[in-house]
């Protein structure tokens, strides 16, 4: 009710719609009543609020103004793109944790691994399974909602974790919980998922679970990728850069990549033995020989790891795959893809780190104060929009003025 009181105070002409003098002026009135509310209201220099201004009017392009309906819509928007923002954070959150969930699961025997792995592509591979686990699932989280909110905060939320590692432990025979502090760390990543609550829905360990396994494909990948790039370490300096060549193939020298797609292609066709458009654990290590094989031509060195090497490249592919009977095409594609983007941030990083280490170790002979601004500078984007602000500004006419042609 205060919010539509003040968007009819400002409306001085009393056509319902706010002009930019209007808006400016309820801007300021909403920030004062935010201010009383909450105690501090995030204030917005001139030029921003008439950016939001030039947003809400965008709505609308039948009329020049404002309107309550415009608000809701962009409130609307608003709350879409701070959900985004709040799952990109969560993601950092999620990190570390399932870092330490990956770390346990190592320690499993065979069985239980495989079980684990089973469980957690049921949704995929086997519906009956994934049924009788959901509905174990929304069973222990009623009973652990102790408010009958639909939401579990904190405690509510670690007893959830306890009731549900002990569901899991009757099923795969292992234990998959960290300790309590383990379980505040992942209340919080899932607290973060949906910024207009407090606690965790149903639907936020759906949005939790993409994250997870998203987070574990990538790590697979990662080892692998630091292995094959430790092997690379050891090879001649023509091979490494035939290799580099092949890697800059999509981009620098499509008819290359053409001519090795081909070959891939064929090579994959024929070791598909039964012609399903999948290669199985089987006739996925025929490919990875026979590929081996074609780039050993090409390059004058085997690039292969061992067998074992090879099992862990299919599992890893085979996350990625929506059928239980192997991977296709599409999923190696996708695979090579997450591949070559690690390869390419390990490569940056590689190029950067000496770099940025000389400008670490030149700044720490500079006194306090002079650290202190290159710190408050360096973290100004969170801290401090305005700072970073006049620092892109300054770095943009920079960049201009030395762009001589």
Not at 157 to 182: A, L, Q, V
Not at 358 to 378: C, E, G, H, N, W
């Amino acid at each position: 009710m205060e919010f539509h009181g003040t968007f009819a105070d400002c409306d001085k002409n009393q056509n319902g719609v706010l002009e930019l003098p209007e808006f400016k002026e309820f801007w300021a009135k909403n920030s004062t009543n935010a201010k009383r509310r909450f105690g501090e209201s995030i204030k917005h220099a001139d030029a921003e609020v008439e950016a939001w201004f030039a947003a809400y009017n965008m709505i609308n392009k039948n009329k020049e103004g404002v309107s309550l309906a415009d608000f809701k819509v962009g409130e609307y928007v608003i709350g879409i793109i701070g959900k985004m923002m709040s799952i990109d954070y969560a993601k950092e959150k999620f990190d570390p944790l399932v870092d330490s969930m990956m770390n346990r699961f190592k320690r499993f025997k065979p069985e239980t691994k495989y079980k684990m792995k089973d469980i957690m592509q049921a949704d995929k591979f086997n519906q009956d399974l994934f049924m009788e686990i959901m509905m174990e699932f929304m069973t222990t989280f009623k009973e652990c909602d102790a408010n009958k909110d639909g939401k579990l905060v904190r405690s509510e939320f670690k007893n959830f974790m306890n009731r549900n590692n002990d569901n899991m432990k009757k099923r795969i025979g292992s234990d998959t919980k960290g300790d309590s502090t383990e379980h505040d760390k992942w209340y919080d990543a899932y607290n973060m998922l949906n910024p207009n609550y407090e606690g965790v829905k149903m639907e936020d360990f759906k949005t939790a679970q993409d994250i997870i396994m998203d987070l574990m494909v990538k790590k697979f990948f990662t080892v692998l990728a630091m292995k094959a790039m430790m092997r690379m370490t050891r090879y001649k300096p023509e091979t490494k850069a035939k290799i580099a060549e092949y890697m800059r193939a999509e981009e620098e020298n499509p008819a290359l990549f053409a001519e090795m797609m081909t070959e891939f292609k064929n090579t994959w066709t024929a070791c598909d033995k039964n012609k399903d458009g999948l290669l199985n654990l089987d006739e996925f290590k025929d490919f990875a020989n026979k590929h081996n094989e074609n780039m050993k031509k090409r390059w004058g060195e085997s690039t292969k790891g061992d067998a074992e090497e090879d099992m862990h490249w299919y599992n890893a592919y085979f996350w990625l795959s929506n059928s239980p009977n192997g991977i296709s095409l599409a999923d190696f594609k996708k695979g090579r893809k997450m591949l070559m983007e690690i390869i390419k941030n390990f490569t940056l990083m590689k190029t950067f780190t000496p770099l940025v280490t000389l400008t670490m170790m030149q700044m720490r002979t500079f006194s306090p104060a002079v650290q202190m601004k290159y710190r408050d500078f360096i973290r100004a984007e969170e801290n401090d929009m305005k700072l970073f602000a006049e620092g892109m500004k300054e770095m943009v006419e920079t960049f201009m003025s030395c762009d001589v042609n």
